[in-house]
């Protein structure tokens, strides 16, 4: 087996100029999958609301909800760093509860980091919990936390003013001690130069080529769901189409009779 990966791994991987390779994951079967196929980082995300849960979007999930699927992808993995989300408002309110809900995940649910999205605002808590030895990954540009603040999916960091607020939150989370940060939907040249003006790896997901990774959402890279798509995500399969091609075959040779046959009895 290929050596275990760590936090500081993933700084080494960017001083080397080696791509970080990040996939979200929500159970054990696709944790093992995405493992065995190298992936370096699984990120339980909350985006297990909207992919996995039937969610409108990723607000209503919870820290149980987080834990109980975060165990499972940690019975999957064996080598890729495994790195759980921070739902909505179990860190808004103090630093004290974040860091206590950041111990859950990595206590009770086996997390080896956490990601909490914001800038400014958490800055403290991200010292507070970097302090106390829980690993933090950041989240910036589009959070999908605050959709209902900024009135949908959309690019951030498009005029000067967020573009140089993004590239100060970047700059605060380092300094808070974060050992990575993800940038969501930034224009590809703000994310280079963040990207440059950072010693910890950058993780892009619709953010151009210039990041040091790249993540994307299981369900969107291998178009489980197949009326979503985004310009920023690449298919590479068609798995809801193969589902549900599958499903309608087994279901017309169960009603004609086809399976089961002898071969599948005993
Ligand atoms: O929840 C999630 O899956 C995420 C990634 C898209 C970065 O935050």
Request: proline share 4%.
């Amino acid at each position: 087996m290929k050596k275990k990966i760590t936090v500081p791994d993933l700084r080494q991987k960017k001083e080397n100029h080696e791509r970080i390779v990040m996939l979200t994951a929500y159970d054990t079967p696709s944790a093992r999958l995405v493992d065995e196929a190298g992936v370096d980082v699984v990120l339980v995300g909350d985006s297990l609301g909207d992919n996995v849960l039937g969610y409108e979007n990723t607000i209503p999930v919870t820290m149980e909800e987080m834990i109980h699927h975060t165990r499972a992808v940690k019975r999957g993995l064996r080598r890729a760093l495994l790195v759980a989300d921070m739902p909505f408002m179990s860190f808004q309110c103090s630093w004290e509860e974040a860091v206590r809900n950041a111990g859950r995940l990595i206590k009770d649910a086996g997390a080896e980091a956490v990601k909490i999205e914001g800038g400014a605002a958490i800055a403290e808590t991200v010292h507070r919990m970097t302090g106390f030895g829980i690993p933090v990954m950041g989240h910036l540009g589009l959070t999908p936390q605050s959709v209902n603040a900024f009135g949908g999916y959309r690019v951030q960091g498009k005029d000067a003013y967020s573009a140089e607020r993004i590239m100060q939150d970047a700059a605060l989370l380092q300094e808070a001690g974060a050992f990575a940060v993800v940038l969501e939907l930034v224009p590809a040249e703000l994310a280079g130069k963040i990207s440059k003006s950072l010693s910890i790896p950058t993780i892009g997901i619709g953010s151009g080529p210039l990041c040091d990774g790249q993540v994307l959402v299981y369900h969107d890279m291998l178009g489980i769901n197949p009326d979503r798509s985004y310009r920023h995500v690449k298919r590479y399969a068609e798995l809801g189409v193969e589902i549900r091609q599958a499903t309608e075959r087994y279901a017309s040779e169960v009603r004609e009779g086809k399976f089961p046959t002898e071969e599948n009895g005993f």
